[in-house]
């Protein structure tokens, strides 16, 4: 009996974290969304059933709005990373001289912070102080102009997003066996059948799962977007979290940002389930 | 000794052996447009921010160049003094430790219960590890708010250390478990028949063997801690108990005028984890190979 307690008591204080911030704050912020709770007009709290939802989805366009530049932001940003990230894996999983220390270094903006990336960033955007002049870059400000904020954004963002995709897709390549290109190469498969026949199939699960992390991550990607535009120009690159946090923090309306934020979530975990079954994750498969 | 051959990681053995090192013996053209051009392609574009912000934090003030000479250390003088980035970077060094020790004990045991054990509830529990992934963080904000108040632990750098720990932790388990997983239970068992209890057993057989997986999480643990601005300027107002993502997001508001104070306060963010970072990276990789993304 004691014996078959031991896993349970292993795993004890990772439920009750787990439980006491994860689950119970997500209980609370579905019970939120159904309040009226707006701090700076307190004589209106109490409950409002489906009063908040209403007014996401039927009056305020800033919503969908948000929502739409969250998914272009995501597929881009996503779409971009997938394919530097891979040819970067592919790179430094090749047999070279000094390859550990090119690995160090094409990864190390992974462990920089938003905060940071956008610090360093802004010293290359802002026009007196940028390279960009040296590429011939005109003397506006890149980050105000709303047709090259974008851009500008998620160049910034794949600076420190293709190496985190790049270290999940080489930990992918990892795990496929060097015989399998050896019986390729022995059958007379050039580079490219086997890269098509050998590398893309195993690395199949591991494309899926870092896309949808980084999908996840993106979608919910506060830091950067928050100190390097602040959302703007004029709501330009506002991401649905963005939105929720200046809902919640800056005009103190809890309830409406809860309702925003349950949105936000039941939206990420459709998509994510929608993903893995698209993509039969994890099912076995003919090779 | 060969078990820990076995734990580190196997770049080498992984690489298609046969095939391309005989290619790479007779001299390929290919080869430097398939590899060098585009790796050193992607080095400029990695390491010329990196350089920029040296530039700008070496130099002096006014000071044009591209190149910073004579260097200067007055915009870190600044940022250490003036701005206080002696007391964030002291926070962050807490908040990175506390949370790095907690996620990383841990991990070991909810990750030594998924490799070891076939325990009812084990399928759900790695589902909600799962599913806690797709959480978003910036979206707890409003009632992870209201709970820490409650605890009275707004303003305290100890809602920092439990909120990092909590987010730290389901990646962190799922990693750990690959880790202990790839150490042989024989080991152990050999031990526990020669009179060993299971936790003896486990700290004299398996930690030792654990080296290279401690590193990985423990790293990760802390990179993630002290890259952490949401929870940090969310929970902590006081300026006192600013981390440096706060500091430096601080920094690049109100004295972006100033340049070369930016670009200092972003070395002292940058200069820890770039650090720590490069030499932990391969044993992160191997880390995800055997533990998240098993093919």
Known sequence: MRRRAVPYLLISPTVALIAAFLVYPIGSVAYYSLQHQNLTRPWANGFAGLDNFRRMLFEDELFWQSLGFTAKWVIVEVGLQLLLGLALALIVNESFIGRGLARSLVFSPWAVSGVLTTGIWILLYTPSTGVLRFLGQPEAAVLGNPDTVFPAVVVTELWRGVPFFAILLLAGLQGIPGELYEAAAVDGAGRTRRFFHVTLPHLRDAIVLATLLRGVWEFNNVDLLYTLTGGGPAQATTTLPLYVAQRAVDSKDFGYGSALTMAGFVILLFCSILYLRLNRFGEDRDR | ?295
């Open chain 2, 1 to 295: 000794m060969s078990a820990d051959v076995m734990t580190r990681p196997r770049s080498r053995a992984a690489v298609p052996a046969g095939a391309r090192r005989r290619r790479s013996k007779r001299k390929d053209p290919g080869r430097v447009l398939r590899l060098y051009i585009p790796l050193g392609l992607y080095l400029v574009f990695t390491l010329v921010p990196f350089y920029w912000m040296l530039v700008f934090a070496l130099r002096p003030a006014g000071s044009t160049d591209p190149v910073p000479w004579p260097i200067t250390f007055e915009h870190f003088e600044t940022v250490w003094n003036d701005i206080g980035y002696a007391v964030f970077f002291k926070n962050s060094v807490i908040v990175g430790v506390w949370s790095l020790l907690f996620t990383t004990v841990i991990a070991v045991m909810g990750g030594y219960a998924l490799a070891r054990y076939r325990f009812r509830g084990r399928g759900l529990f790695m589902v909600v590890l799962l599913c806690t992934q797709f959480i978003p963080g910036a979206m707890m904000l409003i009632p992870l708010f209201s709970i820490f108040k409650s605890l009275g632990l707004i303003n305290s750098l100890g809602s920092l250390v439990l909120a990092d720990t909590v987010f730290n932790l389901p990646l962190s388990i799922i990693l750990m478990s690959g880790f202990i997983s790839a150490v042989p239970f024989t080991v152990e068992e050999a031990a526990m028949v020669d009179g060993c209890t299971r936790l003896r057993g486990f700290l004299a057989i398996v930690l030792p063997q654990l080296r290279p997986g401690l590193i990985a999480v423990g790293s990760f643990a802390f990179i993630h801690t002290w890259n952490n601005f949401l929870f940090a300027l969310m929970f902590v107002s006081k300026q006192d108990s600013f981390t440096i993502p706060v500091g430096l997001s601080y920094t690049i508001g109100e004295y972006s005028a100033d340049f070369g104070a930016l670009a200092a306060g972003g070395v002292v963010a940058a200069l820890p984890v770039v650090c720590v970072f490069a030499v932990v990276q391969r044993y992160l990789v191997h880390g995800i190979s055997a533990g998240a993304v098993k093919g």
